[in-house]
């Protein structure tokens, strides 16, 4: 499409014309018609609310096409609007990209964070495991939408993960998240839930870094975090704490 757009677009127009809807299933088909979608979005729009409900696997794939759309601005009035109105199946591709999309993505994963599906839920809760690189504004609206929806308590541990793993400087809402994973630890302590081992890991990590580069504010509220942790005997805690000595 890069050579000659146009004479590749009357191709995919005549590729996609009377065939039937399972083609979307074939990942060439779902990248073409993104591609299509990208470069003539109103010629290409029938074809993709055609895959947008047929077979799962072609939903799927268009799920991901309509969010490439959504995420650039791109959606025309005769595409959804928004991602509550899509089928279960194209939902799930549409949070698979969104999770990927390492500057986009912030627009649609709000609606995703509380969807009624959990395997949506989960898809978009990925978008969390690599927060801490992204440009502090996207990092901070992230973490804050997250956190007060229900794949925060589903999946805390991508958020923790995502935290801990950075070496870069940790965002500003970092001090919100680690306060709320605080809270979930402590209450699954309590319920005598178990498994949640590495997100004490993460937090405990996460609350010493954030200690060392924060102001005395964020210092004081660390220190609380950390007098929370040892109320419920997180495990490592004076290990680590000896090691920053």
Not at 45 to 63: C, D, K
Not at 171 to 190: G, H, N, W, Y
Request: charged share 20%; aromatic share 6%.
């Amino acid at each position: 499409m890069h050579h000659a757009p146009e004479a590749a677009l009357e191709l995919t127009d005549a590729l996609f014309t009377g065939v039937p809807v399972d083609s979307h299933e074939a990942r060439t088909s779902h990248i073409l018609l993104t591609q299509a979608l990208l470069r003539d979005t109103e010629r290409f729009a029938p074809e993709l609310n055609r895959a947008l409900v047929g077979p799962e696997l072609a939903a799927r794939h268009a799920g991901v096409s309509w969010a490439v759309l959504a995420m650039r601005g791109r959606l025309i009035p005769c595409l959804p609007t928004n991602s509550a109105v899509l089928t279960l199946a194209a939902r799930r591709g549409a949070a698979e990209a969104a999770a990927n999309d390492p500057t986009h993505r912030a627009s649609l994963l709000p609606e995703m964070f509380h969807d009624g599906d959990a395997t949506v839920r989960k898809a978009a809760a990925h978008s969390t495991l690599n927060v801490a690189s992204l440009p502090p504004g996207i990092a901070d609206d992230l973490i804050g939408s997250f956190l007060s929806r229900s794949a925060f308590f589903e999946h805390p541990e991508t958020l923790a993960r995502g935290l801990a793993g950075s070496t870069l400087r940790l965002p500003s809402q970092a001090i919100e998240a680690c306060r709320a994973l605080s809270v979930f630890f402590a209450q699954a302590s309590k319920d005598g839930r178990r498994g949640y081992a590495l997100i004490q890991k993460y937090l405990i990590e996460v609350v010493l870094r954030l200690y060392l580069q924060g102001d005395p504010a964020i210092r004081v509220q660390c220190l609380n975090i950390i007098d929370d942790l040892y109320r419920v005997d997180a495990r490592g805690l004076n290990n680590a704490l000896s090691g920053e000595r």
